[in-house]
Each structure stands twice: as structure tokens, then as C-alpha cells.
């Protein structure tokens, strides 16, 4: 049974960083590619990121473009989404996802597994 789970999130300053784990069980990550999207309240979910290493693939949203990268401990199989600049804007639930496509897709219709969400709030 494949499960993300997620962690990392909290509250922090504009300008400040923080940096989300997304700890996979059941399947490694070197096959598959792996997303973060995010949903602040009222909206709909929104992709932020996503990567895929054996196909060495990378797309990212342009609201995160410079601020937010995406890597992997493959001892741990574990992904991590390190955000730097913060802004009041990034306050969201972020969840990561797996492409058993190796895709990385930016419609999360892509995705065939999720994580729970951990919740980011930015202060300005």
C-alpha cells in the first residue's frame, strides 16, 4: 500500500523559508515523478512544482519559479520542497502527490497518490 505523508509546515515570516518532507512508503521514488500542489482556502488546488529524476524532468508554477526547489534522499525515500522568500500569498495546505507515469505533470489529474497536507501560513 503505497502512503505520502507529509510534514514541515507551520508559520513563518515573510521572508523566511521552511522546508516540507514528503516521506513515501510502499513504492520508492525512482521511478515516479512527484508534485506539490497547494489549496489556500476558497481556491482550488494549484501546482506548484513537480519532478521527475529518471527522466530528469523538472516544471515549476512562475509564482514559485526561484523561490521554492524540489529534491530527494533516496536513503530515506524522502522528497523535500525547500521554499526560501515566503510571501503572504504562499498560505496554503500543501500536498505532495506521485506520478506513477514518471510525469510531472502540472494537472493534478496526473497524480495517482496523495498525501494529507500540511499547512503553511506566511505572516506579513
Known amino acids: 500500500q503505497v502512503q505520502l505523508v507529509e510534514s514541515g509546515g507551520g508559520l513563518v515570516q515573510a521572508g523566511g523559508s521552511l522546508r516540507l518532507s514528503c516521506a513515501l512508503s510502499?513504492?520508492?521514488?525512482?521511478?515516479?515523478?512527484v508534485g506539490w500542489f497547494r489549496q489556500a482556502p476558497g481556491k482550488e488546488r494549484e501546482f506548484v512544482l513537480a519532478?521527475?529524476?529518471?527522466?530528469?524532468?523538472?516544471n515549476y508554477a512562475d509564482s514559485v519559479k526561484g523561490r521554492f526547489t524540489i529534491s530527494r534522499d533516496n536513503a530515506k525515500n524522502t522528497v523535500y520542497l525547500q521554499m526560501d522568500s515566503l510571501k503572504p500569498e504562499d498560505t496554503a495546505v500543501y500536498y505532495c502527490?506521485?506520478?506513477?507515469?514518471?510525469?510531472?505533470?502540472?494537472?493534478?489529474?496526473?497524480?495517482?497518490?496523495w498525501g494529507q497536507g500540511t499547512q503553511v501560513t506566511v505572516s506579513s
Open positions: 502527490a506521485v506520478a506513477l507515469s514518471n510525469f510531472p505533470a502540472r494537472d493534478w489529474s496526473g497524480y495517482d497518490y
Open positions: 510502499g513504492r520508492t521514488f525512482s521511478s515516479y515523478a
Open positions: 519532478a521527475s529524476w529518471s527522466g530528469g524532468r523538472a
